[in-house]
């Protein structure tokens, strides 16, 4: 079946940096486009960052370009989210999502992992 498993989330100051990890299994991954989202309580889910998955053509939300970085490895079926210079309101549950180029009803979320960042 299809699986999102994100890790890498925690606890970290205030300018300091975090990798997550999504690791995907059941489905054909260079398929499909992947992408990081993220909500903090009392908000709306928001799209962070997304890559494509043959091009590897990159989008990021206002707030974060500069810092996060979104990159993918297709033999090793994972995306990752580098995040540098974080700030307080990056604090939140960070998603992983995958859907396909063409058929867009295959989507698919992970479970989540809390990123919480102190001043």
């Known amino acids: 079946q299809v699986q999102l498993v994100e890790s890498g989330g925690g606890l970290v100051q205030a300018g300091g940096s975090l990798r997550l990890s999504c690791a995907a299994s059941?489905?054909?991954?260079?398929?499909?486009?992947m992408s990081w989202y993220r909500q903090a309580p009392g908000k709306e889910r928001e799209l962070v960052a997304a890559?494509?998955?043959?091009?590897?053509?990159?989008n990021y939300a206002d707030s974060v370009k500069g810092r996060f970085t979104i990159s993918r490895d297709n033999a090793k079926k994972t995306v990752y989210l580098q995040m540098n210079s974080l700030k307080p309101e990056d604090t939140a549950v960070y998603y992983c999502?995958?859907?396909?180029?063409?058929?867009?009803?295959?989507?698919?979320w992970g479970q989540g992992t809390q990123v919480t960042v102190s001043s």
């Open positions: 999502n995958a859907v396909h180029q063409t058929l867009t009803n295959l989507n698919y």
């Open positions: 059941g489905f054909t991954f260079s398929l499909y486009s």
């Open positions: 890559i494509t998955g043959i091009s590897w053509r990159t």
